[in-house]
């Protein structure tokens, strides 16, 4: 697929995200940003675009929900293609909104922000939409420069799909840790820990299931391990604990 139709994608995306970003700060941003309602509404949205996935997509969601016990899910759809398909593309939003909500309520933990302010929100939901966004057509990029765009791309089918897997299991998790104040401090960070170990632990999985595929070209995949899978997460929690000082 050419690197055009990614730039267009991405392009569209800046644009809707900058005219949002520039509607709440210039004309809503004035208005009471502490409510409650808000939330209740994406959590909604987001159970709903789930619901709806699950009746177009009965057959695949039900392998999909799934994935941890088998992985019938991804020998079935492994290839590339259906990365841009419209289950994938419904569940990336419903992921991302979990993990926006998720990154605020820890922020809200150490006193950053409070996890009623949807301005907040909006600019944790436009940052990682441009950070996987960014990130996936990097990716694109140094596949085809190293010749491994076949290996990447299924590679990175399978991280969205278990990154995905993980943000609706996270999806209950955030409305528990929202709606509950009583909830003790460490359990969000307790939650982020698990998350972190779970990623790893799926990485490793992935890394096992195209051993053969990396191998073969070890040295080319150890650079783009470094370059985009080790590197973007050290200098954010650099940055982050840095300015949490």
């Known amino acids: 697929m050419p690197f055009d139709y990614y730039k267009i994608i991405i392009n569209n995306v800046i644009k809707i995200t900058n005219f949002a970003l ?9 208005r009471i940003t502490d409510t409650s309602d808000w939330v ?12 709806l996935t699950k009746s177009i997509y009965e057959n695949r969601f039900e392998d999909f929900t799934k994935l941890i016990f088998s992985d019938k899910y991804t020998r079935i759809y492994r290839d590339s293609s259906h ?10 939003f419903v992921q991302i909104i979990s ?48 010749k491994i765009e076949e290996l990447v791309e299924q590679f990175n089918l399978q991280k969205v799909t278990y990154r995905t897997y993980v ?46 595929e990396i191998f073969s070209k070890l040295f080319y995949f150890i650079l783009y391990l470094c370059t985009l899978e080790i590197a973007p997460y050290y200098f954010m929690y650099y940055w982050f604990t840095k300015n949490s000082v």
């Open 99 to 146: 993990f926006s909500f998720f990154i605020q309520i820890l922020l809200n933990s150490f006193g950053h922000g409070a996890k009623t302010d949807w301005i907040l929100f909006i600019q944790i939901f436009t940052f990682l939409i441009y950070f996987i966004l960014s990130k996936f057509l990097i990716e694109k990029i140094i596949g085809t420069t190293f």
């Open 22 to 30: 520039i509607m709440t700060e210039h004309i809503l941003h004035p």
């Open 167 to 212: 943000g609706l299991l996270l999806l209950p998790i955030d409305i528990i840790l929202y709606y509950y104040d009583s909830i003790l401090k460490n359990i969000p960070l307790l939650v982020l820990y698990s998350i972190v170990a779970l990623n790893v632990l799926l990485y490793m999985f992935s890394i096992k299931n195209y051993r053969k």
């Open 40 to 51: 209740t509404i994406l959590f909604i949205m987001a159970f709903g675009i789930i619901a």
């Open 83 to 92: 990365l841009m398909g419209m289950f994938s593309i419904s569940l990336f």
